[in-house]
């Protein structure tokens, strides 16, 4: 079993910068590939980035690329989702997951789940 914890959300003014961290539990972390998930009021959870187990493969939704770079460390059991030049359509609840097969992420499935956390764009 792996727990996910976030942390590093905000509030933060447009065109500001967050970070985001996920730190995992257990020491299976390195064989999982992670990903970044964003639901804002009212709308589907939808997918934001994820990155393959050794960091050489990233994948990034539409809409935030060239904004966000996800990043992790094995060692530290911990992941990075680094947001610039945020947008008032950020302002989510983000989740990050866990799972064996990065394409199963992009797809929307994950073997384990964080608990989410608030990201507030202000204008």
């Known amino acids: 079993q792996v727990e996910l914890v976030e942390s590093g959300g905000g509030l933060v003014q447009a065109g500001g910068s967050l970070r985001l961290s996920c730190t995992a539990s257990?020491?299976?972390?390195?064989?999982?590939?992670m990903g970044w998930f964003r639901q804002s009021l009212g709308k589907e959870r939808e997918f934001v980035a994820a990155?393959?187990?050794?960091?050489?493969?990233?994948l990034y939704e539409d809409s935030v690329k060239g904004r966000v770079t996800l990043s992790r460390d094995n060692l530290e059991n911990t992941g990075w989702l680094q947001m610039n030049s945020l947008k008032l359509e950020d302002t989510a609840v983000y989740y990050c997951?866990?799972?064996?097969?990065?394409?199963?992420?992009?797809?929307?499935?994950?073997?384990?789940w964080g608990q989410g956390i608030q990201v507030t764009v202000s204008s």
């Open positions: 997951a866990l799972d064996r097969n990065t394409l199963m992420l992009r797809s929307g499935t994950a073997e384990y």
């Open positions: 990155i393959n187990w050794n960091s050489q493969s990233t």
């Open positions: 257990g020491s299976s972390f390195s064989s999982y590939a």
